[in-house]
């Protein structure tokens, strides 16, 4: 029997990268998933790859920033598969660096709406879902950056993914004796397309494997696998953390 066998979860940002691991891995692992992204075909894709039938496997295109979108997703799992368990509210936008004095109000808009205010969005209308279930397990792809590390260049992206902490942690408190958990998943490098835009060299990818313990960046599937353990079972008394799946950049200092 699979980690998430009889669940239901909801993954954003299915498109690419750890959205798309995570896809692939928690429907290994028995859960059918009501995915979403912005690219419907790319979207459709990773759907097909799981379950060409559509029988476990649900998709919503569209944009996190769209309260539209957190709405279809919830009625999805319900309507499609009866309940909603779980949701990796997981897609996000680095921006475009830059010193934060540069940054104009619709450059800071952008970042904080895609990553903190979809997040927020989703979360609000997956925890009905989940108390109707008599509980559930909230996560965000939060981020080493602006938690544990800060680099110049990403303070709309700091702000927001830190932002993710807090509400991870006010949900946790508000909702845990309902049973709902809540937890922020703070990812290090990844390799994924947004991973490879912030270090678009061979210097800056040498960079950012330095800065981890383990002198390397992570695979998407790695990170897929600490969102699973907080989806699942596995991490019944966990919530309101904020959990590092960060090859050790957070405590790497050489
Ligand atoms: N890569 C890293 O080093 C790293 C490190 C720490 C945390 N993270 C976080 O991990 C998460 C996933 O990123 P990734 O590295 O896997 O990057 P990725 O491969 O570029 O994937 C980003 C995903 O988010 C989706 N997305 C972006 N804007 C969206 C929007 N407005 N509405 C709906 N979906 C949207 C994209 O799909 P569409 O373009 O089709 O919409 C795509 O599926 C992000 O929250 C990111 O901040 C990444």
């Not at 009625?75 to 990796?88: C, K």
């Not at 990553?115 to 989703?122: H, K, R, S």
Request: aromatic fraction near 4%; include cysteine; hydrophobic fraction near 45%.
């Amino acid at each position: 029997m699979g980690q998430l066998t009889g669940k239901v979860a909801i993954i954003t940002g299915a498109s690419s990268g750890i959205g798309r691991a995570a896809a692939v891995l928690f429907a290994q692992e028995g859960a059918r998933l009501v995915l979403n992204a912005r690219r419907g075909e790319r979207l459709e894709q990773t759907a097909a790859e799981i379950d060409r039938t559509g029988e476990t496997v649900a998709t919503v295109a569209g944009d996190v920033r769209e309260p539209e979108v957190a709405d279809a997703l919830v009625e999805t799992a319900l309507q499609r598969f009866g309940g909603l368990d779980a949701a990796l509210n997981n897609a996000g936008d680095v921006g475009v660096p830059g010193p934060l004095a540069d940054v104009d109000e619709a450059a800071w808009r952008q970042v904080i709406d895609v990553n903190l205010t979809g997040a927020f969005l989703g979360a609000r209308r997956q925890i009905p879902a989940m108390l109707a279930r008599g509980g559930g397990s909230i996560i965000f792809t939060s981020s080493f950056v602006g938690h544990a590390n800060a680099f110049p260049g990403l303070g709309p992206y700091a702000a927001a993914k830190a932002g993710l902490v807090g509400l991870a942690r006010a949900i946790a408190v508000e909702y845990g004796p309902q049973g709902v958990r809540a937890n922020a998943l703070l990812s290090g490098g990844v390799d994924t397309p947004m991973g490879r835009s912030v270090a678009d060299t061979p210097e800056a990818q040498a960079l950012v494997r330095s800065l981890h313990a383990l002198k390397r960046q992570a695979e998407p599937e790695e990170i897929a696998q600490a969102a699973l353990f907080l989806a699942s079972d596995l991490s019944s008394f966990i919530t309101g953390s904020a959990m590092f799946a960060d090859g050790g950049a957070s405590v790497c200092k050489v």
